[in-house]
C-alpha cells in the first residue's frame, strides 16, 4: 500500500515561517516526481513546487518564488516544503503528491497525501 503522510502545518502569523514534511512508503521513492500542491478555501486545486527524480530538478510557482524552496531527502523517503515569509493568502490545505518518473499526471502512479491545514493569520 503506497501511503504518502504530511505533517508541519499548522497556525503561524503573516511573517512566519513553517515546513511541511511528506513522508512516503510503499513506493521506491527515488523513482517519483515528489510535488505539493495547495487547495485555498473555495479555490481550486494548484501546484506549488516540485521536485524531479534522478536530476533532483526543482520548480517553484511564482505566487511563491523567493520565499519558498522544495527538498527532497531519498535516503529517508521524504520531501519537504521550507514556507518563509508566509502570507494570509497562503491559507490552504496542503498536499504531497507523488509521480512515478516518466508516467502521466492521468496515469495510475499518482498518488496523494491526506492534506495539512496551513493557517496564516493574526
Known amino acids: 500500500q503506497v501511503q504518502l503522510v504530511e505533517s508541519g502545518g499548522g497556525l503561524v502569523q503573516p511573517g512566519g515561517s513553517l515546513r511541511l514534511s511528506c513522508a512516503a512508503s510503499?513506493?521506491?521513492?527515488?523513482?517519483?516526481?515528489m510535488s505539493w500542491y495547495r487547495q485555498p478555501p473555495g479555490k481550486e486545486r494548484e501546484l506549488v513546487a516540485a521536485?524531479?527524480?534522478?536530476?533532483?530538478?526543482?520548480n517553484v510557482a511564482d505566487a511563491v518564488k523567493g520565499r519558498w524552496s522544495i527538498s527532497r531527502d531519498d535516503a529517508k523517503n521524504t520531501v519537504y516544503l521550507q514556507m518563509n515569509s508566509l502570507k494570509p493568502e497562503d491559507t490552504a490545505v496542503y498536499y504531497c503528491?507523488?509521480?512515478?518518473?516518466?508516467?502521466?499526471?492521468?496515469?495510475?502512479?499518482?498518488?496523494w497525501g491526506q492534506g495539512t491545514q496551513v493557517t496564516v493569520s493574526s
Open positions: 510503499g513506493l521506491t521513492f527515488s523513482s517519483y516526481d
Open positions: 503528491n507523488a509521480k512515478l518518473r516518466g508516467t502521466s499526471f492521468s496515469g495510475k502512479y499518482v498518488y
Open positions: 521536485v524531479a527524480s534522478v536530476t533532483g530538478r526543482t
